[in-house]
């Protein structure tokens, strides 16, 4: 039986940029179910091109965008400004594969399925990896999570496609750096739909709710008279959150422990900082003299005391704006059509709403805003300086 300081369970971007940094200082295997990276894809792939660079990557773009144009099936709409192209679709698989490359000395076993995790022993249908730490990458399917952590996410479904589309109308982008999201009760009754462009009339088009997903999927491909490619998607979680992301010495990290802004279900920023904050503890633990026990214990500190209350908070926030808001959600965007607001960060939605608001302060924007304040969850150069505090 071979034998790894660390294994992960996952080969996405989270388990990958774990991998990356750990095996600098420790001997990694990383384990993933499907025999390519990247395939299926799950997501459309969207962030904020500063959020790249403090992660230190530079993965392959397929567009980016200026504008995001909020808009229901009428035409009442919302843009949100962002100054500049700072938007970008990420190549999913080419994002995977770029880390990949950057793995060092760790060992990338494609094509085996870890079903079993027990007393310090990975199990696969080819092998048994023995191990010292154990972290669980493994998405929203979350397999082995709930065997360790039991925990109930909120959640919705999400199909999209890429595709072509010559359509001219009000729910299309106007330019290929603009995003549109659709929010209408007609169409998605707890979710909303998007349309965001790859390259000349071919688009990224998707929608998201808890029922009936694929007969709204196709409905909305007949509006924008959209042809049907190769659907992909999956599970998107969009709140709740684990009492714990570590049991004995198993950690869990990206969507299966909770790090996912709630009001768009984007794990992949997310994903990347949980696995920088479980690096550092480690990193950081070491430095101290402590043992990987110790290490993994500062990372659920970490967790618990800046992060799960925060997560929980915008969970239950992302739940009333999506899933109880009807009559309302028409009115306001009746009542906030055309405005245009000039933002500077995808990723921190707080400072998008809080200036589309002050253009038309109404009580009910007010109201809004207590629903919908969701902030980054914790900033990547912040990670330090909290591990340090946690420490003393």
């Not at 996952?10 to 600098?24: I, V």
């Not at 504008?67 to 698989?93: K, Q």
């Amino acid at each position: 039986m071979s034998k790894s300081d660390a294994i992960i369970v996952g080969a996405g971007p989270s388990g990958l940029y774990l991998a990356r940094e750990l095996s600098k200082v420790m001997n990694v295997t990383i384990f993933e179910e499907d025999r390519m990276l990247g395939i299926p894809p799950h997501c459309t792939g969207l962030v904020n091109l500063s959020s790249l660079k403090v992660l230190g990557i530079s993965p392959p773009i397929v567009n980016t965008y200026r504008y995001v144009r909020i808009t229901d099936l009428s035409g009442n709409s919302i843009t949100f400004d962002f100054r500049e192209r700072t938007i970008a679709m990420l190549d999913r698989p080419g994002l995977e594969h770029y880390l990949a490359d950057e793995l060092g000395s760790a060992t990338l076993a494609l094509g085996e399925r870890v079903t079993e995790l027990d007393n310090g022993i990975a199990k696969t249908k080819l092998r048994q990896e023995a191990f010292d730490i154990a972290i669980i990458a493994e998405g929203a399917n979350m397999a082995l999570t709930r065997n360790l952590i039991p925990w109930k996410p909120t959640h919705v479904y999400g199909i999209q496609t890429d595709t072509k589309s010559f359509a001219v109308s009000e729910l299309m982008p106007r330019s290929d750096d603009e995003i549109v999201v659709i929010f209408d009760r007609k169409l998605s009754e707890h979710y909303f739909a998007w349309i965001v462009p790859r390259n000349s009339h071919e688009f990224r088009i998707g929608i998201a709710d808890d029922a009936n997903v694929w007969v709204k999927f196709t409905e909305l491909l007949k509006i924008i008279n959209a042809e049907q490619s190769k659907p992909f998607g999956g599970k998107i979680i969009i709140g709740g959150s684990p009492s714990h992301v570590v049991a004995g010495n198993v950690a869990i990290i990206g969507d299966a422990g909770g790090f996912v802004k709630p009001m768009t279900g984007g794990g992949i920023i997310m994903g990347m900082l949980s696995a920088k904050l479980l690096a550092e503890s480690i990193s950081n633990a070491v430095k101290e003299g402590l043992s990987i026990t110790d290490a993994l214990s500062l990372y659920d500190a970490l967790f618990r005391k800046y992060i799960r209350g925060m997560v929980k908070a915008l969970g239950s926030a992302s739940y009333i704006l999506h899933m109880m808001i009807n009559r309302s959600l028409g009115n306001i965007m009746q009542l906030m059509s055309k405005v245009n607001v000039v933002v500077e960060d995808y990723d921190n939605h707080i400072d998008a709403i809080m200036k589309a608001a002050s253009r038309r302060p109404w009580q009910f924007i007010k109201a809004l805003l207590a629903v919908v304040n969701e902030l980054s969850l914790i900033e990547p150069g912040r990670i330090n300086r909290l591990i340090k505090d946690t420490l003393e």
